[in-house]
């Protein structure tokens, strides 16, 4: 993980080497709390879609806020002050009272740190200054109502005024989705119409053909952004509907749960040209999805999803579908690609394409790709076939 700093102490902080722009980039994404659990995964767009996740402990020192804060003025000053009867660490700014950014700890304000001093809270952004290394924070926007109660000396304690909540999640996604197409699903939690910051969701997925995957698009995939948010990539490599589920432990302690319908359909394929001289031998409906194009074909009463890829001579077939399938092994063979070399075997699929059957396609069954089946240039060169592909048109034609 590229992008982690681990901060033990302030001393360390200091040690750490690293460029203050990197860690305020770092900040920019995680609240300045001492321990944090946060996941990170690589996003990978492959079909169908799975779930890509680690989980690692994050300790993050209290410099970290201070870090990417501004300079302090110089008419600061230090003050006495109380919080929930104890005292709190306050400073007079322009003879305004700020606090210290532990109080959203204190009241348990959903928060979350944005470099500069800035912290997002429910409904809004906060902007902090730093006197002596801390970030302090206007004492009325630390909690939905902060009551101040005047002491002796002149001075106040500050107490957090319990409020009503109207905590609920909303699902954002399209009703209707063609197969095998990503569908862009945003998750919101939200207190009345305002998002809440930096909170754990978990989401989960059921389908009618049982294929049902999601995979996070943001990198802290079940962590809500400033704005109270989350959002994924959902597929289905066949026409399906897919529930959504999201479950929340709100910050009452309450569980919040949120269900929602997708529906996946076939994908629509109008009658494309042919060019002069040519026949049709077979026609399917495609998708584009990240300058990709991906369609469906039959295997033993089986569909199954292939990406089209004429710059690969070879089908590539995975050991889990090869398995399913009975393919034969006719052979070991070592391959090479991008991520190196990786052994392999020869086989042979039949596959059924707009209906109609192509028997005993030469293919490479690879036991450590776990991606989409990828159908290569082999096919056409092997048999003299041509390749139309329409966007306009959204088919694969295969013409002789």
């Not at 799975?50 to 870090?67: K, M, N, R, Y």
């Not at 036991?367 to 329409?390: I, Q």
Request: proline fraction near 5%; glycine fraction near 8%; charge should be negative.
């Amino acid at each position: 993980m590229n992008d982690t700093l681990i901060f033990h102490n302030a001393a360390d902080a200091g040690k750490a080497g690293e460029t203050l722009a990197r860690a305020e980039k770092w900040l920019s994404k995680r609240s300045p709390i001492l321990i944090q659990e946060s996941r990170h995964m690589p996003v990978k767009r492959i079909f169908p879609i799975s779930l890509l996740c680690a989980s690692s402990i994050l300790t993050v020192g209290l410099p970290c806020v201070q870090a990417a804060a501004a300079t302090a003025d110089p008419s600061y000053h230090a003050i006495r002050a109380e919080l929930e009867g104890k005292p709190f660490s306050a400073i007079s700014v322009q003879n305004q009272t700020y606090i210290q950014w532990g109080a959203l700890q204190v009241f348990k304000t959903p928060y979350e740190y944005l470099a500069n001093g800035k912290f997002a809270i429910t409904g809004g952004v906060i902007q902090g200054v730093v006197f002596h290394g801390t970030t302090y924070l206007p004492w009325a926007e630390v909690a939905a109502k902060v009551k101040a109660v005047r002491l002796k000396d002149g001075e106040f304690n500050f107490i957090d005024v319990p409020v009503s909540h109207d905590y609920h999640i909303v699902i954002d996604g399209s009703e209707n989705v063609s197969a095998g197409a990503a569908e862009t699903l945003q998750v919101t939690v939200l207190d009345g119409h305002q998002g809440v910051p930096h909170q754990w969701i978990h989401i989960a997925v059921t389908s009618t053909d049982g294929q049902a995957k999601v995979t996070p698009v943001a990198e802290e995939q079940d962590v809500t952004d400033k704005n109270g948010a989350c959002e994924y990539a959902l597929g289905a490599p066949n026409p399906a509907t897919l529930t959504v589920q999201v479950t929340w432990k709100d910050p009452s302690g309450k569980q919040q749960t949120a269900s929602d319908d997708i529906t996946f359909k076939s994908a629509a394929a109008t009658e494309t040209p042919v060019p002069a001289g040519e026949q049709v031998v077979a026609t399917a409906p495609v998708l584009f999805d990240d300058d990709a194009v991906y369609f469906q074909a039959q295997a033993n009463n089986q569909t199954t999803m292939f990406q089209l890829d004429t710059g690969a001579y070879e089908t590539l077939i995975t050991k889990k579908l090869a398995d399913a399938l009975h393919l034969p092994n006719l052979g070991n063979v070592q391959i090479e690609g991008v991520g190196g070399k990786a052994t392999a075997y020869n086989s042979e699929i039949s596959l059924t394409i707009g209906g109609v059957r192509f028997n005993n396609i030469p293919c490479v069954v690879e036991s450590s790709y776990t991606g989409t089946p990828l159908f290569g240039y082999r096919f056409f060169s092997d048999n003299g076939y041509d390749l139309l592909v329409s966007q306009k048109h959204n088919t694969l034609t295969i013409l002789s």
